[in-house]
């Protein structure tokens, strides 16, 4: 058996600790904010948070978040008032939206650790994160308002 602590509250999971934590959230926890995108981790839509670091749901464990914490975007704030999803909707980001709950988990790792990271550090730490709508200026613009509040 597995225990994790999946937005703050305790799981367990009986399963193959070898799932890939992505179906651990969606399938098992019932939160489908994050998305199955490629699946090799190249794409960045399923990325949550484990200890506050963002990782790719698809391609890390139920076993390697065992003990830890998971955030995903349900998590991030209860009403949604996370200063990225703020800047989200200010700037009117989305397009399809189907990348965005990975995008502003990547978006909202990288401020926790870096809260006024440059242009180039936001685009360098972003870069993992694909959007076939190509919304990158206002991903860069939302995560820089964000930082600066603005």
């Given at each position: 058996m597995v225990t994790l602590r999946v937005n703050?509250?305790?799981?367990?999971?009986?399963?193959?600790?070898?799932?890939?934590?992505?179906?651990?959230?969606?399938?098992?926890?019932?939160l489908t904010g994050?998305?199955?995108?490629?699946?090799?981790?190249?794409c960045g839509a399923c990325t949550v948070h484990l200890d506050g670091v963002a990782v790719r749901g698809c391609q890390t464990t139920v076993a390697d978040a065992a003990g830890k914490s998971v955030t995903t975007i349900e998590g991030l704030s209860a009403?949604?008032?996370?200063?990225?999803?703020?800047?989200?909707?200010?700037?009117?980001?989305?397009?399809?939206?189907?990348c965005q709950s990975g995008q502003i988990m990547q978006a909202s790792a990288l401020l926790a650790a870096n809260p006024k990271p440059s242009?180039?550090?936001?685009?360098?730490?972003?870069?993992?994160?694909?959007?076939?709508?190509?919304?990158?200026?206002?991903?860069?613009?939302?995560?820089?308002?964000?930082?600066?509040?603005?």
């Open positions: 703050g509250v305790e799981q367990r999971f009986d399963g193959d600790p070898n799932t890939p934590l992505l179906w651990f959230v969606r399938d098992e926890a019932g994050t998305k199955y995108g490629c699946g090799a981790g190249l009403d949604g008032s996370h200063p990225v999803q703020q800047a989200w909707r200010d700037l009117n980001v989305p397009q399809c939206g189907f242009d180039q550090e936001i685009m360098d730490s972003m870069q993992g994160n694909i959007c076939r709508c190509g919304c990158y200026q206002r991903i860069v613009d939302a995560v820089r308002a964000a930082s600066t509040g603005a």
